[in-house]
């Protein structure tokens, strides 16, 4: 869906929304720890640091979608994802994201990717059967920590932290979740919750 086609009037039967992981606080904490290290390391100027109880990793971005149209998906994603099983979300190296030659993200490297590329798959061909647009670039799934505002960073210096020390976490259910932009900051708001094949 093109955003820019969509009206005033249809923005205000619309809503901004996504499907992610969310993350546990005890996750939340590490990851504080590790974003404290960062910040005194990286420069303040070149990076708008993510607020840790908003990290997430996102397995498709829906964009507008008309309000009346959320139960379908809801509905549709619950009945595709009842039979994938939980698993073993690990935390791996920082990383520049997509690439080191065009840095848009600093982020944080998660495994297994084939188990969350299979996730986002089964999302997007539900979404697709109801003819919602989805991301056509290859997936790859990562937890952004801040985004590059800035060029001329020394980007070498994510060098001095090999890895993170975040502990696995169970991944059991995904959420869908609303995007607000808020006086100039995007807040989150989980609309839906579907659970994982825990048996």
Same mark, same amino acid.
């Given at each position: 869906m093109n955003n820019e086609s969509i009206s005033? +009037? +249809?923005m205000m039967?619309? !809503?901004r929304v996504f499907f992610a992981? !969310?993350? *546990?606080?005890e996750t939340q904490v590490h990851l504080f720890r590790s974003l404290k290290i960062l910040q005194h390391i990286m420069p303040a100027e070149y990076i708008r640091w993510v607020h840790v109880e908003k990290m997430h990793i996102t397995l498709q971005f829906l964009g507008n979608i008309p309000q009346e149209q959320l139960m379908a @998906?809801?509905?549709? /994603?619950? &009945? #595709?994802?009842?039979? /994938? *099983? &939980?698993?073993q979300l690990v935390f791996g190296p920082l990383e520049w994201f997509p690439n080191l030659r065009h840095p848009k993200i600093l982020s944080v490297s998660v495994q297994p990717q084939a188990t969350l590329a299979m996730l986002a798959d089964t999302i997007g061909s539900s979404l697709? #059967? !109801?003819?919602?647009p989805i991301e056509t670039r290859p997936f790859r799934g990562h937890l952004t920590l801040?985004?590059?505002i800035r060029r001329g960073m020394r980007y070498e210096? !994510? +060098?001095t932290i090999k890895? &993170? #020390? $975040? *502990? #696995? @976490? &169970? $991944?059991n259910k995904i959420h869908l979740i609303e995007s607000r932009s808020e006086k100039g900051w995007q807040n989150y708001y989980p609309l839906a919750e579907f659970k994982l094949d825990s048996s």
């Amino acid at each position: 869906m093109n955003n820019e086609s969509i009206s005033h +009037e +249809e923005m205000m039967h619309t !809503l901004r929304v996504f499907f992610a992981i !969310l993350l *546990p606080k005890e996750t939340q904490v590490h990851l504080f720890r590790s974003l404290k290290i960062l910040q005194h390391i990286m420069p303040a100027e070149y990076i708008r640091w993510v607020h840790v109880e908003k990290m997430h990793i996102t397995l498709q971005f829906l964009g507008n979608i008309p309000q009346e149209q959320l139960m379908a @998906v809801t509905e549709s /994603v619950r &009945t #595709a994802i009842k039979n /994938v *099983p &939980t698993f073993q979300l690990v935390f791996g190296p920082l990383e520049w994201f997509p690439n080191l030659r065009h840095p848009k993200i600093l982020s944080v490297s998660v495994q297994p990717q084939a188990t969350l590329a299979m996730l986002a798959d089964t999302i997007g061909s539900s979404l697709i #059967a !109801l003819n919602i647009p989805i991301e056509t670039r290859p997936f790859r799934g990562h937890l952004t920590l801040g985004r590059l505002i800035r060029r001329g960073m020394r980007y070498e210096l !994510l +060098e001095t932290i090999k890895k &993170t #020390a $975040v *502990p #696995a @976490v &169970t $991944v059991n259910k995904i959420h869908l979740i609303e995007s607000r932009s808020e006086k100039g900051w995007q807040n989150y708001y989980p609309l839906a919750e579907f659970k994982l094949d825990s048996s």
